[in-house]
């Protein structure tokens, strides 16, 4: 099903970005004393990058929010959040005309993910902090990690 925010839009440094309204995705977040993990989804080689790791996420449509956005690619391309959750930060990150938003949600426990995922998800799995940076992650991931302060 197409949907209004659906398309790629040419920043004025000529750089194509997907989704007319900006985009949005969810890092989960499980805190365990000095033990942090984030939720990372494995693109499939159907989608930009495919094979590396980065957070659900996609186009915004017109009129929603960016947490709304967030929330509704998660549950499109992995199945539904856990019923508890606290939005610890919602960080934007400004393309110049176009922003990628990272909603950050706090979880108290780390759920099984679904089996069934959508064509845009070969893989999740929920990975230590201390062995992110090992995984191939999808560049723009990787950088903001580092400017959230979330890994060294």
Known sequence: MRRSGDGFI???DGSARWGRFGAA???L???DGDDV???LALRSMHCHRGGS????????DEGETPL?????????EVGPLPA???????????HGGWSYWTVILDVDNRFDPPPVRSWETDDVRWVGAD?????????EFHAALHRLGLVS
């Open 29 to 31: 977040r499980h805190t």
């Open 37 to 39: 993990a984030f939720f």
């Open 68 to 76: 709304e956005a967030a929330l509704r690619e998660f549950s499109e």
């Open 25 to 27: 995705g969810v890092l």
């Open 84 to 94: 508890s959750y606290e939005v610890a930060e919602l960080h934007e990150d400004d």
């Open 53 to 60: 790791w980065a957070i659900p996420g996609g186009a915004i």
């Open 131 to 139: 062995e992110i940076l090992t995984f191939d992650l999808f560049p």
């Open 10 to 12: 040419t920043l004025a």
